[in-house]
């Protein structure tokens, strides 16, 4: 029995060692986002929301380009690690503008969210434009670097708008995830566990 109670102890510990740490935003507070690259300009919404009372709006505020909304950061990375996002996105445009997609680049200064250290990819999907649909990605971490800023890219004219809702971003317990206005979660390993018994 107490062999069974030890191998039992030691999967626990082990699940553990290897968990993932999962931050959940919505847009309920007055925070928008963390920073943009181009002409974007970020409100709260009270209409369309996907759940909650309220929603992220992003206009495009210029002629031409690919507007990007900073919309979380993990930090604290390392090679291997997996990041993964999503949110929900609403238009009301199929096959045209404006749309949007989740992106993400590469930004290895701990200390400045707009730091940027090359394209990380991501999702190829625009979404159907009938309303609210759902997009996520995968991002493996590689080449050394150490943090990750998701986006939001808009692609559209001046003056269209599009709605995000309930960004969903997991990452490896080394790291932290930053939303807007918040620190998500504190760094915790399993030596920080360790010593605070």
């Given at each position: ?18 968990a ?10 007055t925070?928008?986002?963390l920073g943009?690259?181009?002409d ?58 404006p ?17 940027h ?33 998701i986006?939001?890219?808009?692609y ?13 971003v997991t990452?490896?317990?080394?790291a ?16 920080d ?5």
């Amino acid at each position: 029995m107490k062999s069974v109670f030890i191998a039992v102890l030691l999967l626990a510990l082990s699940q553990m060692a290897f968990a993932d740490i999962t931050e959940n935003y919505g847009w309920e507070g007055t925070e928008t986002i963390l920073g943009n690259y181009g002409d974007i300009i970020a409100t709260i919404a009270t209409d369309p929301v996907h759940s909650g009372s309220q929603s992220l709006c992003l206009e495009d505020a210029a002629a031409s380009g690919t507007p990007q909304a900073y919309i979380a950061w993990v930090v604290g990375l390392e090679d291997g690690d997996e990041v993964t996002a999503s949110f929900w996105r609403y238009d009301t445009t199929p096959l045209a503008s404006p749309s949007c997609r989740i992106w993400a680049h590469w930004n290895d200064d701990p200390n400045d969210v707009n730091g940027h250290n090359g394209s990380a990819s991501g999702n190829d999907d625009y979404g159907n434009g009938e309303g609210w649909d759902e997009t996520s990605w995968t991002w493996t971490v590689v080449e050394g670097h150490t943090g990750l800023v998701i986006e939001c890219r808009t692609y559209s004219e001046a003056g269209d708008i599009v709605w995000i809702d309930d960004m969903i971003v997991t990452a490896p317990d080394n790291a932290t995830i930053w939303t807007p206005g918040n620190l998500a979660l504190q760094n915790s390993t399993w030596a920080d566990i360790k010593a605070a018994f």
